[in-house]
């Protein structure tokens, strides 16, 4: 059974940084594309960015030099570490994966369902 357990959201002010984390289990996260979504109140969820089963990343403009996705497969875990927040970054944050390499690699065509497996999701808040 696999599981994604996200952790790491909460509130900060504009300018300020969080470290999102997701363990996986029943999978490896070196053999499955992986990707982080965010929801916002009456929003749809959209992919933020993806990593691939080689390390490659793909992120949405709006993210692009402020967020960096990693992944340490020897732990099953990646990461988010999102710097200069601004308030428009408030959403539900959810981590995503599926078996084996990225179908779509074009992060903005990238839909839910694309990716079998989610997590529960960890909120982030950035106050003006």
């Known amino acids: 059974q696999v599981q994604l357990v996200e952790s790491g959201g909460g509130s900060v002010q504009a300018g300020g940084s969080l470290r999102l984390s997701c363990v996986a289990s029943?999978?490896?996260?070196?053999?499955?594309?992986m990707g982080w979504f965010r929801q916002a109140p009456g929003k749809q969820r959209w992919a933020v960015v993806l990593i691939d089963t080689d390390g490659s990343t793909t992120y949405a403009d709006s993210v692009k030099g402020r967020f960096t996705i990693s992944k340490d497969n020897t732990k099953n875990t990646q990461y988010l570490q999102m710097n200069s927040l601004k308030p428009e970054d408030t959403a539900m944050y959810y981590c995503a994966a599926d078996l084996g390499a990225c179908e779509e690699t074009d992060v903005t065509a990238v839909l839910d369902s694309d990716f079998v497996h989610w997590g529960q999701g960890t909120q982030v808040t950035v106050s003006s």
């Open positions: 029943g999978l490896s996260t070196s053999r499955s594309c």
